[in-house]
């Protein structure tokens, strides 16, 4: 059973930098896409941005100008640093495994999140 | 972006009900959708990929089907521990999109 934990600071001053680390056990890293997925208190979800195993990245453009998105495969950790916060970035944050379609009925593009960390509410506060 | 707009924003229904969400994409999407029961304090589970493959281990009574725009999520006989949040999401393109969320609430 894959199993996600999100882990870094829960408190972080506005103008200042959010870094989270997640680590993946009970699977491998690779050959998967990883995502952070954000939801703010009581709103909905608001995916940040993916990378592959090899390094690929995709971000969200309403937030690419402030993202990174790094992998360590040699330690099953994938990061997301957001800088220049604000309070409207207080939210909680998953992270979450994407992966494709692998059976008969659908095509191997057809990618879905199927597993995600039980989420960290990090507050962008003075 | 692709937008996903999902109705009704909320629902209360009884035990037994037969409830439908739907959700409408801003552009055609084939069948590059996936659904996702949310509970309170929880992250969200994946229920249905690719507008109608049920995930392994969610019941039978959640069904998915469409294609194109248009989608509907049915859960045939509505159980007390359905409560929760739904949310449809596209992975046609990215940036990936989620719709805003419907409430199912149990009467």
């Known amino acids: 059973q894959v199993h996600l934990q999100e882990s870094g600071p829960t408190l972080v001053k506005p103008s200042g930098t959010l870094s989270l680390t997640c680590t993946v056990s009970?699977?491998?890293?690779?050959?998967?896409?990883w995502n952070w997925v954000r939801q703010p208190p009581g709103k909905g979800l608001e995916w940040i941005g993916s990378?592959?195993?090899?390094?690929?990245?995709n971000y969200n453009p309403s937030l690419k100008s402030r993202v990174t998105i790094s992998i360590d495969t040699s330690t099953d950790q994938f990061s997301l640093t957001l800088y220049s916060v604000t309070a409207a970035d207080t939210a909680v944050y998953y992270c979450?495994?994407?992966?494709?379609?692998?059976?008969?009925?659908?095509?191997?593009?057809?990618?879905?999140?199927?597993?995600w960390g039980q989420g960290t509410l990090v507050t962008v506060s003075s | 972006d692709i937008q996903m707009t999902q109705s009704p924003s909320s629902l209360s229904a009884s035990v037994g009900d037969r409830v439908t969400i739907t959700c409408r994409a801003s552009?055609?999407?084939?069948?590059?959708l996936n659904w996702y029961q949310q509970k309170p304090g929880k992250a969200p589970k994946l229920l249905i990929y690719?507008?109608?493959s049920l995930q392994s281990g969610v019941p039978s009574r959640f069904s998915g089907s469409g294609s194109g725009t248009d989608f509907t999520l049915t859960i045939i006989s509505l159980q007390p521990e359905d409560f929760g949040t739904y949310y449809c999401?596209?992975?046609?393109?990215?940036?990936?999109?989620f719709g805003q969320g419907t409430k199912v609430e149990i009467k």
């Open positions: 979450v495994r994407q992966r494709g379609c692998g059976g008969s009925g659908c095509y191997s593009d057809q990618y879905y999140f199927d597993y």
């Open positions: 999401q596209q992975s046609y393109s990215y940036p990936r999109t």
């Open positions: 552009q055609k999407i084939s069948t590059y």
């Open positions: 990378i592959y195993s090899s390094g690929n990245t």
């Open positions: 690719a507008a109608s």
């Open positions: 009970g699977g491998s890293i690779s050959s998967y896409y």
